[in-house]
């Protein structure tokens, strides 16, 4: 049999209605930002693999030092235990993060990163003794992943409805913006005795259709949450290392949050690690004589020492000046995009924030997730050799910083002549 018919026996797979799936396409290998399949077809990787690939595909560094950790420790449980791969890499990947992070907790994704910031925060007012401090603000429209907890706080969709009766109470408020800041921090303030924690995508709501906003809002609002004892969570799983045109989005900020999450390109896409880190602030609360205080969460994988010997190479290449040009370059491609497309009569809106640019097709009122114009838009560019997956009539490019000028013309003008012809 063939692969995907090997697959078609075996495989579930994510984000799919499988009875009327189109058959997977079998990759067989990847290099830099291409992907092949095993028919020797070539597709540029144009949202870096759901946002992990930030360096691009196979990358031979990172090989070489994750090869290399696999020789001397694959694993180990860290309850109990250290090694030095992770301790060197929370050492330095702290003073890297905005504001004053103290200390790392590793987990395995972006959702369980989110899960240890919100069970911190719930547990540090308990801890506290403050039993009324239970409910959580977030972003209607926002997206922190599929595990319950995150699901919670994240915005009532399709990927939510058959649990939304099971998912705590959440205080949604609209994206901050010039005529509404005043009552969101209004709003804080009025109900900061049974605020727990904000939580928040700086900048960006990725799944949630690339949405973006501007920092001076969200400063705005991360200032009304200290004023008022609420602590702050920044969900960077997507807009961390690089994505934003800084390293971390918060970056661009004045008021910095006490909580941060991060995954995806951690590990330069290599592989599935987490991280939730705070400021002393947090950590003392669980400090105690009493066990009760102690925060018990952990994982089988938790600080997985290859998967940090892939961070630490990750972070090497990051901060290496080549990048930080290559992150600077896609921008400034991405901003001539929008001038010469930004009046196209199939454009609704285009946004660009950094190395994120996404377009929202003109399609009357069907603009859901669900709409058809998704799947002709996705075999569209698929049949041009690039891999764009939309959020129903978004499209977007999320590329590895490596993509060349060359790769992004093509992707641009594919992108006219799709608004051309479909």
């Not at 003794?129 to 919670?152: E, I, P, R, W």
């Amino acid at each position: 049999m063939s692969l995907i018919e090997r697959d078609k026996k075996v495989i579930w797979h994510p984000y799919t209605q499988m009875k009327d799936a189109q058959n997977p396409i079998p990759i067989v290998r990847g290099e830099g930002v291409y992907l092949y399949d095993e028919n020797g077809n070539k597709y540029i990787d144009a949202v870096s693999s759901w946002w992990v690939t930030i360096h691009g595909h196979a990358h031979p560094y990172i090989a070489e030092k994750v090869s290399a950790q696999l020789k001397e420790l694959e694993h180990v449980i860290f309850a109990g235990f250290t090694h030095e791969p992770a301790v060197l890499l929370a050492e330095r990947l702290l003073p890297l993060l905005p504001g004053k992070q103290d200390k790392i907790f590793y987990s395995d994704n972006g959702s369980t990163a989110v899960e240890v910031a919100l069970k911190m925060c719930l547990q540090y007012w308990n801890n506290k003794g403050n039993t009324q401090k239970k409910k959580v603000l977030a972003f209607k429209d926002a997206y922190h992943g599929d595990t319950f907890g995150a699901m919670s706080v994240s915005g009532r969709s399709i990927f939510t409805n058959p649990f939304n009766d099971l998912l705590f109470d959440v205080e949604f408020i609209d994206l901050p913006n010039e005529t509404n800041i005043s009552n969101l921090t209004s709003h804080v303030s009025g109900h900061s005795s049974e605020l727990c924690c904000f939580i928040f995508e700086p900048l960006i709501l990725g799944a949630g259709g690339m949405l973006m906003y501007e920092a001076k809002y969200l400063d705005e609002l991360l200032k009304s949450c200290k004023e008022n004892e609420v602590l702050t969570i920044a969900d960077e799983v997507m807009t961390g290392f690089g994505r934003t045109g800084t390293y971390f989005a918060c970056e661009q900020l004045k008021h910095h949050p006490d909580i941060f999450c991060l995954s995806k390109g951690l590990t330069g896409g290599t592989m599935s690690m987490g991280v939730t880190s705070c400021n002393e602030k947090i950590f003392e609360a669980f400090l105690s004589d009493d066990k009760l205080k102690t925060l018990y969460h952990g994982h089988s994988f938790t600080a997985n020492p290859i998967a940090c010997a892939a961070s630490l190479a990750s972070l090497d290449i990051l901060l290496a000046k080549e990048t930080l040009t290559n992150i600077k370059r896609v921008e400034a491609q991405h901003k001539i995009f929008y001038k010469q497309i930004e009046d196209h009569p199939k454009v609704r809106t285009i946004r660009q924030t950094g190395t994120i640019i996404a377009i929202e097709w003109e399609t009357g009122s069907d603009t859901s997730y669900l709409s058809g114009l998704r799947d002709r838009l996705y075999n569209y560019f698929l049949g041009k050799g690039i891999i764009l997956r939309p959020l129903g009539n978004i499209i977007y490019i999320l590329p590895p910083y490596v993509i060349s000028n060359v790769d992004l013309a093509y992707i641009y003008n594919s992108i006219q002549q799709a608004l051309d012809e479909i």
